[in-house]
């Protein structure tokens, strides 16, 4: 994408006031080797929160907030109209239109893919053995687990030989299931694990044609790609997609969305029956209102939730998906450079395929793998970097990333019974589209030098069985709590947000030089790379399929 001056202009601005608006950013946190700046590279689990939409619902939200159930008043009508704003800014950040509905879904996009369960299993008995659901090869435990539950015959389709769904594998099986009374494909827009983004126009076409109804996974995609619920492509609108826009920058405290075809609603009841869903009650009768959003958002909803979703979607439209596409492009290329000369990093997922920032990886030595929880508490206590550590809710793609078969994974479940540590998994970060070149350069050579000198570090920590963390020798995993008097709370609460000095970008990146700089010392220091031992201490079955490196493999 190529950009006029003005627009240029205007777009970094854009971002360099979602870079000061992020709450904690200049925050430190303590590790065993010192005060650190906090550095967020777990986007893709949940987004930040911005101030300017905090301090937007703080000052001209909360003051006129009332019940949306209640019409009749100044601010009730004022509350309803904020949150019908915030469906219309997704609806239109979506691209739906009047034939679609925006609901708003309890936690996440679980609280969606299981309204539209509700939804569909009212309208056409899903717990019929006459329904067969398609998914992908890597989608997230709430696009595959509730399906499973719910009755139907789940079907995975391959992964292509470039990434993404194998459109000859689902043409085969949709040919298989073609006297099946109702066909849905259920796929992910980009995985959550590698952030393989998928062509969702060529698919939603092929399930048509099939008579098969197209429903969507954004969890991973919404906050860094165009949402779509409609298609220039004939053929190829979606007929539901959902996502979490807490993962979205400014979005923390939101509710999960779900968008799906006005003409899917066609229950006499809703899938939630409760406040606000009826028009009429007597002592014995009732009458719920027609199948619609009132009808589908039961009880009191999440009013103030919705209301800052509808913000963060504002954020990522005044951006631009044409912008934010671009630099993820730009990021992805970067980590793809660094990466595939290092040895010692291993990212998971096809090589070739069209990818987000997201990104999965694990740190290779010549004796085995570092564990991926080491790896985390290397970059958390030497950096400040935040990443994730696991198999982020995807086990059936973990299994095929990690080439885990059925009776390896069923021996697997009996070894972590005994030792945590056994838990498959890697490290997952992300570089967000509007991070700083220094920040994501810093971010980058952190997990290098973790890559390179972890082996000897682990010689510094231990593993906790209890709480399945990687510890420094002698520390408690300790965090702040919310047992505070009432007299502590008001004071912590009275506190100017705005005394928190925001951090120059020059200012940052000194404090990641000299932490690079530090680690760097650190190893100068740790012991030499550790002899390596035959560790006899350990069953047979725990030798087969430990493909990770322990302290107690080595003489330090």
Not at 292 to 303: F, H
Not at 400 to 419: F, H, P, Y
Not at 487 to 515: G, R
Not at 535 to 544: D, I, V
Request: aromatic share 8%.
């Amino acid at each position: 994408m190529t950009l006029s001056t003005q627009q240029n202009t205007k777009l970094t601005m854009a971002l360099e006031s979602v870079r000061q608006g992020l709450i904690g950013d200049s925050e430190f946190i303590e590790t065993p080797f010192g005060s650190r700046k906090i550095t967020y590279a777990d986007y893709t689990a949940s987004g930040r929160s911005l101030s300017f939409i905090e301090s937007f619902i703080t000052q001209k939200v909360m003051p006129f907030y009332a019940n949306t159930h209640t019409e009749a008043t100044v601010t009730g009508r004022q509350t309803s109209a904020y949150r019908e704003d915030a469906r219309q800014l997704i609806a239109s950040a979506c691209h739906a239109n009047k034939d679609d509905v925006v609901l708003f879904c309890g936690s996440g996009a679980t609280a969606a893919v299981d309204k539209l369960i509700r939804i569909l299993t009212l309208a056409h008995n899903l717990n019929d053995s006459d329904t067969v659901i398609f998914i992908g090869p890597y989608e997230h435990h709430s696009n595959e687990l509730p399906w499973r539950e719910s009755g139907a015959k789940v079907v995975r389709i391959k992964e292509a030989q470039d990434g993404g769904i194998c459109l000859n594998d689902l043409e085969s099986q949709l040919q298989a299931y073609k006297n099946t009374t109702l066909k849905i494909g259920s796929f992910s827009a980009a995985s959550n694990v590698t952030g393989i983004i998928q062509e969702q126009d060529a698919v939603a076409a092929l399930l048509h044609q099939h008579q098969a109804l197209s429903f969507w996974d954004f969890a991973a995609g919404a906050p860094y790609m165009k949402v779509a619920m409609n298609s220039d492509v004939e053929g190829a609108d979606k007929d539901a997609l959902f996502f979490s826009p807490h993962k979205l920058v400014g979005g923390p405290g939101t509710p999960g969305v779900l968008i799906i075809k006005r003409a899917l609603l066609t229950n006499d009841r809703p899938s939630t029956v409760g406040g606000g869903t009826v028009s009429f009650v007597s002592r014995d009768n009732h009458t719920f209102l027609a199948p619609g959003e009132r009808s589908e958002e039961a009880g009191t909803p999440a009013i103030i939730e919705s209301i800052r979703a509808g913000l963060a979607f504002k954020v990522k439209s005044d951006i631009g998906d044409d912008a934010i596409e671009a630099l993820e492009e730009k990021w992805s290329d970067l980590i793809k450079q660094k990466f595939d000369s290092n040895n010692a990093i291993e990212v998971l997922g096809n090589p070739n395929a069209k990818r987000l920032s997201i990104t999965s990886f694990r740190v290779k030595t010549k004796f085995g793998y570092l564990h991926h929880g080491l790896v985390v508490s290397l970059l958390n206590d030497l950096f400040g970097i935040q990443m994730r550590a696991g198999c982020s809710c995807a086990g059936p793609y973990g299994h095929d990333l990690l080439n885990i078969d059925e009776q390896t994974s069923l021996e697997l479940v009996d070894l972590i019974a005994q030792d945590k540590r056994f838990k498959p998994g890697w490290v997952r970060f992300n570089l967000n589209y509007f991070i700083a070149e220094e920040e994501a350069e810093f971010i980058l050579k952190a997990i290098e030098f973790v890559a390179e000198h972890g082996l000897r570090l682990m010689s510094l920590y231990e593993y906790d069985q209890s709480t399945d963390l990687w510890l420094y020798a002698g520390q408690k995993a300790e965090v702040m709590n919310l047992s505070l008097g009432l007299d502590s709370l008001m004071q912590a609460t009275n506190s100017n947000p705005d005394q928190v000095e925001l951090l120059s970008i020059q200012a940052k990146d000194d404090l990641w030089q000299a932490y690079l700089n530090q680690a760097e010392s650190l190893v100068k220091s740790a012991p030499l790379v550790p002899q390596y031992v035959l560790n006899t201490g350990t069953t047979a079955l725990a030798s087969k399929h430990r493909d990770f490196v322990a302290k107690e493999d080595f003489l330090y």
